[in-house]
C-alpha cells in the first residue's frame, strides 16, 4: 500500500513537471489551459484556510493575492498589499448590482465608521461638486426636486428649494432671504414684496420671563400691540411718530426700573378733549396706574384704583387692600416749599413728556365749569372720576376707597400741605385741608391738546 501511495505522488509530480498544471476532478479532463490549478465538481467545493482576524494579521510576509477565510466575520480576505505592508480587503461583497448601478439594502454602511447607526455614516469630509445658484449638489426626496444644498462659488452657500435659492450666505457672511445678492454691509438682508418680518410674539408676563435679555433684543408685546426693545436695563415700547390725537387710545408699558411704577404693567389709557372749563386739553381717562377705567363712582376695586403718589415724589405705590407695593418705610411727614418739579412728575415720566399734573386753575375751572356740587359732577363728566381713596400719611395704609375721591394739583398749598380736588357723596371741590403733602393721592395726567 505505501508503495503504491509513493508510486500515485511521483506520478503527480511527474505530471506537475510536464503539464506546469494540476487539475483534479473526477472526469480524466485536461486543466484548462489558463489555469495552473483547476478544480471541478458538482458535489463539493474548495476550501481555502480558515482563521480569525488576528491569526490572518500574524500571518508573517503575506504574499500578495493570498486567500484566506475569516472566521470572526465569515468574509474572504485577500492581500491586495505587500509582503512588507500587507493591505487585507474583503474579497466578498454585500452590493448588488442592478445594471450600471450598485446598492445595498442589508443595513447600515460606514465610512471610517466601523459600526455605522444610520444608513449612511461618515468619519470625515464629503466633497460633493460645486453645483449652482439653482442646481443643489446635495438633495433631498431622491434628488427629484432639485432641493437641497449647493455652493456656485468659493465660500458661499445656497439653500435651494425646487430649484430657486431661498437662503443665500455669502462669502463676508451675509445673509440673503429672498435675494441671491444680500447687500455685503447687513448680515441679514430680506427681500420680499409681498411678506413681512415676524418677530417673536409675547405677553409682557412671557417678555419679563426672558432670563438675561442682551441689548437689543426684540420682541412684538401681544398685550401692547407694539414691538418692544431690550436697551440693557428695562423693556422699552418703540414709539410711533405719528403726531398724537386726542381721542386715540395711548399704550403705555410701566416698568419698574425707572422709579416710578410700583409694579411692571402694560396699561391702555383712553384719552378725550373737550371738558367744559378746560376744553383744549387732552386727559388720560382712568387713573395712572390702573388696569381699566372704574365702574362705579363707589368703585372700590384696586385695579381701577390705580397708584397713589406722595406729593413731589416721583414713586408710586400699589395697595391691594391689604399689602402695599413697594413695602418701604413710609415717609410720614413731609416739609417743604416746592410745587410739584417736572423732574418727579410721574406723568411727564411714564406718559411722555407733554403730559403733566393738572394745575390748581385746572382742576378748579373744569370743577366750577362743571357745576360739581358732589360725587355725581366729576363722575358723569367726560374724565369718569370715581372715589379711589388714599393712603395715610402717617403710615401708608389705605383709607376711603370706594367713599372719597382725591386727586393731585401740581401746587403747593404751604410746605406742609398741596393743593387737589376732593370729592364724596355730597360735596367736591379745591381742597388742601385733606391733601396732606405725606398723603398717597391718585393722579389724573393732562396734556395741552
Not at 213 to 241: C, F, H, Q, R
Not at 319 to 346: F, M, Q, Y
Not at 394 to 403: E, H, K, T
Request: proline residues 5%; aromatic residues 10%.
Amino acid at each position: 500500500m505505501k508503495k503504491a501511495t509513493i508510486f500515485f505522488f511521483l506520478f503527480l509530480i511527474a505530471g506537475m513537471s510536464l503539464y506546469a498544471q494540476v487539475g483534479i476532478n473526477s472526469d480524466n479532463s485536461a486543466p484548462d489551459p489558463s489555469a495552473m490549478l483547476d478544480v471541478k465538481s458538482t458535489t463539493k467545493g474548495l476550501l481555502v484556510p480558515r482563521m480569525t482576524i488576528a491569526e490572518r494579521d500574524a500571518i508573517a510576509v503575506p504574499a500578495t493575492g493570498l486567500l484566506i477565510f475569516c472566521t470572526d466575520n465569515n468574509q474572504y480576505y485577500t492581500n491586495k498589499g505587500t509582503p512588507a505592508v500587507p493591505g487585507w480587503m474583503l474579497v466578498s461583497s454585500q452590493w448588488a448590482i442592478n445594471g450600471t448601478s450598485i446598492y445595498y439594502n442589508g443595513g447600515n454602511v460606514g465610512i471610517g465608521v466601523l459600526s455605522p447607526t444610520q444608513k449612511l455614516e461618515v468619519n470625515g469630509n464629503i466633497a460633493p461638486a460645486f453645483g449652482t445658484s439653482n442646481n443643489a449638489s446635495y438633495r433631498f426626496g431622491y434628488g427629484t426636486e432639485n432641493t437641497g444644498f449647493s455652493s456656485p462659488s468659493l465660500n458661499a452657500i445656497y439653500l435651494i428649494n425646487n430649484g430657486s435659492p431661498s437662503v443665500v450666505v455669502t462669502a463676508n457672511g451675509s445673509t440673503g432671504i429672498g435675494t441671491s445678492n444680500p447687500a455685503s454691509a447687513a448680515k441679514l438682508d430680506i427681500s420680499s414684496t409681498t411678506q413681512g418680518f415676524l418677530p417673536p410674539r409675547m405677553t409682557t408676563a412671557q417678555r419679563n420671563a426672558i432670563a438675561t435679555p442682551v441689548e437689543g433684543l426684540v420682541i412684538y408685546n401681544t398685550n401692547e400691540k407694539a414691538l418692544n426693545t431690550y436697551d440693557g436695563s428695562a423693556w422699552n415700547s418703540m414709539v410711533s411718530t405719528t403726531p398724537f390725537v386726542c381721542g386715540f387710545n395711548l399704550i403705555i408699558n410701566h416698568l419698574v426700573s425707572r422709579g416710578v411704577a410700583p409694579v411692571n404693567k402694560a396699561v391702555t389709557y383712553g384719552t378725550v378733549t373737550g371738558i367744559p372749563g378746560e376744553t383744549a386739553k387732552c386727559w388720560i381717562t382712568s387713573n395712572l396706574g390702573t388696569d381699566h377705567q372704574a365702574t362705579a363712582v363707589s368703585d372700590a376695586t384696586e385695579a381701577s384704583a390705580g397708584w397713589y403718589w406722595q406729593f413731589n415724589r416721583k414713586q408710586g405705590y400699589k395697595h391691594d387692600g391689604t399689602t402695599r407695593t413697594p413695602n418701604t418705610t413710609w415717609i410720614a411727614g413731609i416739609n417743604e416749599s416746592s410745587d410739584w418739579l417736572t423732574s418727579n412728575d410721574p406723568c411727564n415720566l411714564e406718559l411722555g413728556t407733554a403730559w403733566r399734573i393738572p394745575t390748581y386753575t385746572e382742576w378748579y375751572n373744569v370743577d366750577n365749569t362743571g357745576g360739581w356740587g358732589n360725587w355725581n359732577g366729576p363722575w358723569g363728566s367726560g374724565l369718569m372720576l370715581h372715589a379711589a381713596g388714599f393712603l395715610s400719611n402717617s403710615d401708608g395704609s389705605l383709607l376711603g376707597r370706594g367713599s372719597n375721591g382725591y386727586y393731585w394739583s401740581s401746587i403747593q398749598y404751604s410746605s406742609t400741605n398741596g393743593w387737589g380736588l376732593a370729592f364724596i357723596s355730597s360735596g367736591s371741590g379745591m381742597s388742601q385741608a385733606n391733601c396732606n403733602k405725606a398723603d398717597g393721592i391718585p393722579l389724573r395726567c393732562l396734556r395741552d391738546n
